[in-house]
């Protein structure tokens, strides 16, 4: 059962906003995960095999949050709000809780923008509340391409669901959640693919690549953003231990590649992350899509303009 806790602030401010997911704030209602994704970065021995067993409510969150906003909105120190930064804001325990829904309706009361990062399809209960906040939301003056109040990105390390069900057992499968894409996209928000972290020789290949890429195309995605899967740790519960585990088990023809990869290193080697940017960023050209969030916000005005 996921515990009941009280915490001292729930409003973060990042030193540097990030270029890739724009965070001047970040906001989570909950601690540890229950999609347990193997290679989760958050992942240690203090959580367990089980993150879902480290599970937290912050009761408090929502009055925390709002007088927080309030104290940076007298300031005017308007900025964009990253739903969630270490766990996702549509956890199944949201159905009950409701921290995320009650999180935005303060975000709206105090004309906050807001990025969603999630892999639930939970979200479209709140397209109602996410069209008021991209209505009312004040933008950051030092970012005049983003026209949007409301950013949507949502993460895959594969579009295929018999490997979701391998790494990221507890997360709603990658077929839901290219629904909610399609649903998302519909609505006409600025929506697109956080493609991280792609799984070496599984979701990275060619054919792999190929196929998500086009699919995202398709559909109509505003932008895409890739990277390269980095795993630490040598604990039982760590993720490169878990990884190596998977691998081993589901794929036996690759443990080999793995150990050499990740044996005595945290992340793909330079040649590789060389190579994938380049690749990354053909594929993007060929099939016509940003890799850059600012770069698609002016596409989509540009485009809504015609």
Known sequence: MPKEIQVKSVLNKTKKRDKWFLDDYTFNPYSSCSFNCLYCYIRGSKYGFNLEQSL???????D?????????????????????????????IEEKYRLTRQALEVIHKHRFPV???????????????????ERDAILPADLPQLKKGVIISFSFSTIQD??????EPGATSPSRRIAAVQDTINQGFLTGVS???????????????????????RIGVDYVLPATITLFGSGKADSKTLMLNAINKHYPELI??????????????????????????????EYGLNNDILKAAANKVSHEKR
């Open 56 to 62: 937290s409510i912050k009761t408090n969150a929502i």
């Open 64 to 92: 925390l949050l709002d007088k927080q906003l309030a104290n940076r909105a007298k300031k005017k120190q308007y900025g964009v709000i990253v739903l969630s930064s270490v766990t996702d804001p549509y956890l199944q």
């Open 115 to 133: 990025h969603i990062i999630t892999k639930s399809d939970m979200i479209v209960r709140d397209f109602g509340l996410l069209k008021e906040i």
């Open 162 to 167: 018999e490997v979701g069900k391998v790494f």
């Open 195 to 217: 493609l991280m972290p792609l799984i070496p020789y599984i979701s990275d290949t060619s054919e792999q690549l190929n196929q998500s890429f086009s699919l995202f195309k």
């Open 256 to 285: 080999k590649k793995y150990e050499k990869l990740f044996t005595a290193s945290t992340q793909m080697p330079h040649y590789y992350r060389k190579a994938f940017r380049k690749k990354m960023n053909a594929l993007c050209e």
